[in-house]
């Protein structure tokens, strides 16, 4: 089987910024392999339609464990299984969070992982077409802005959080991302553009590219401490191939820390306990997953509420007490119902999210067979002050959701119910309805303890010639959704690479 100099193995938002920018250097072969199918659904095309893409071909099909924290439920949890990965199927808002979240990683002893390193990186993957210059970038693949086409529906709900007590924020991807602001999305001509389309796309023939698809990576090859290649599936068969210089692994925050462990690098107990030799003893693999919980206060509305046109939309980034911003408040023009179901009625709900929770959980493996779906356990609301700025969340969002602004279109509070507001029975609530944000990392944590799973050069301790780089790199969750920060590791990645 022939070599490359750089095996990539998935083609999610990670993997696809990681082969372009490999790729660009003309010397250097590199092969980008992907587990799912080259082809997305003409559904992917259309940003209104993603939610329709749950479930499908082109998603793994994953659900969590039962949640001990969230009334022991079994939640789905999507992740995208085609060129592009989850950055195919995603929601397509682009969302940095505060710089605080940055600092934090470089604070955990990812050295040098500041928010102020990582703006050349976000600003190399993006085009957008306002903001302040020293922020923003005008020449990266992504174009990322609000649509330009303005609803009275989503009008509403920017004042209604605004009389709440959400300032308005013009770029919440500028300097400060709290307040009330329009979403940005990875949209252009009203299609969608993830890295598959933005990044790849256009240089998808270059010659030192191949691009294997259909390919599911199933074990590293790792010999003498160092990773020689990739040993994959296509077609029933088994094949290997060789990188001369590295793997650089982009299956994700739960296909990354997966095939880690199915090659032997994982916690040592672990892989005995499931029949695997140990080849590097790394405790830390498959831990630390972090993801955003949450919830919804739903409302009946007086008359039918619209939703039918991709148009701007406003979030809310806040605070539930007196550290940095931590709670992401939303609107979808629905009532849900517990659990995450639409009402057939005329309704609108404010979701909130928590933005920094302090539970962890875990990917494991069932057992070696690498077409085993994985443990998924993000430990949603283990924490019990995860519960309480859960409590705050709701509070916030009822306070939008009861706003002025409203008035005209509200017809009363249907979950949890206004007459609700004892502490206890709303955090019964929020453990009761809540669910993944679908924005999971950590799982091969940045850092330089014991725990740590790649060096702040994203080198897998230990292990010569392997790195990874994709959301699961990151040491905590950022207080935004984690596609923008995920092309911006990417990009690091490849200029510490190249
Ligand atoms: C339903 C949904 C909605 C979301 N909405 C938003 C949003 O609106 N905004 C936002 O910022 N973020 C959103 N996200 C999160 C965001 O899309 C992801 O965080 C981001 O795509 C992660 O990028 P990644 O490269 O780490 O992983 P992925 O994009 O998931 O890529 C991993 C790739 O590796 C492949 N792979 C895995 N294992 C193997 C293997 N063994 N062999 C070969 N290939 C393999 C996978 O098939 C996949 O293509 C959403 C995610 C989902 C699932």
Avoid: K
């Amino acid at each position: 089987m022939r070599s490359f100099d750089y095996i990539v193995v998935g083609a999610g938002t990670a993997g696809c910024v990681l082969a372009t920018r490999l790729s660009e250097d003309a010397d250097a072969s590199v092969l980008l392999l992907e587990a799912g199918t080259a082809f997305p659904p003409p559904l992917a095309r259309d940003p209104l339609a993603w939610p329709a893409l749950a479930g499908t071909e082109v998603d793994w099909r994953y659900t969590t464990v039962p949640q001990s924290g969230a009334d022991r439920q079994q939640l789905p949890y999507p992740q995208g299984r085609v060129l592009g990965g989850s950055g195919e199927i995603n929601g397509l808002t682009h969302v940095r969070g505060d710089p605080a979240s940055y600092d934090a990683w470089d604070e955990a002893g990812a050295i040098g992982w500041t928010y102020e390193s990582m703006l050349p990186f976000f600003m190399r993957s993006e085009t957008t077409l306002g903001g302040d210059p020293a922020y923003r970038g005008q020449a990266g693949p992504v174009p990322v802005d609000p649509p330009a086409t303005t609803d009275p529906l989503w009008e509403a709900f920017f004042t209604a959080a605004v009389e709440a007590g959400h300032h308005p924020n013009a770029d919440s991807n500028g300097p400060n991302a709290e307040g009330t602001s329009w979403s940005e999305v990875t949209v252009r001509d009203g299609v969608r553009r993830g890295a598959a389309e933005a990044y790849l796309a256009p240089v998808a023939q270059r010659p030192n590219l191949t691009v294997l698809a259909d390919a599911a990576a199933v074990r590293l090859v790792v010999d003498h401490g160092a990773c020689r290649g990739v040993a994959y599936r296509v077609d029933g068969h088994t094949g290997v191939t060789y990188a001369d210089r590295e793997v650089l692994l982009a299956a994700g925050t739960i296909g990354s820390p997966r095939l880690l462990m199915l090659s032997g690098i994982g916690p040592g107990d672990h892989l005995r306990e499931v029949g695997l030799p140990v080849v590097a003893d790394l405790p830390g693999v498959g831990g630390n997953l972090q993801d955003h919980p949450r919830s919804q206060v739903a409302y009946a509305a007086s008359r039918p509420v619209g939703d039918g046109t991709l148009a701007r939309r406003p979030h809310v980034l806040a605070r539930s007490g007196d550290g940095p911003p931590d709670l992401q408040l939303g609107f979808v023009a629905e009532p849900i119902h517990p659990r995450w179901m639409p009402g057939d009625e005329p309704g609108f709900s404010v979701v909130f999210a928590l933005m920094s929770p302090d539970s962890r959980g875990t990917v494991r493996l069932r057992d070696p067979d690498p077409f085993e779906p994985p443990l998924i356990d993000p430990a949603f609301l283990t924490d019990d002050g995860d519960v309480a700025r859960m409590v705050a969340g709701l509070r916030a969002a009822r306070e939008v959701g009861d706003a002025p602004a409203l008035a005209d279109l509200r017809a009363g509070e249907e979950y949890p119910g206004a007459a609700v507001t004892s502490t206890a029975v709303l955090a019964q609530y929020v453990r009761d309805t809540a669910t993944s944000s679908f924005d999971p990392v950590g799982t091969c944590r940045m850092g330089i303890d014991g725990a740590a799973v790649v060096d702040p050069t994203l080198r897998v301790h230990g292990i010569a010639g392997l790195r990874v780089a994709d959301a699961s790199v990151m040491p905590s969750i950022v207080s935004g959704n984690v596609n923008a920060p995920t092309l911006a590791i990417a990009e690091r990645a490849a200029s510490l690479i190249g």
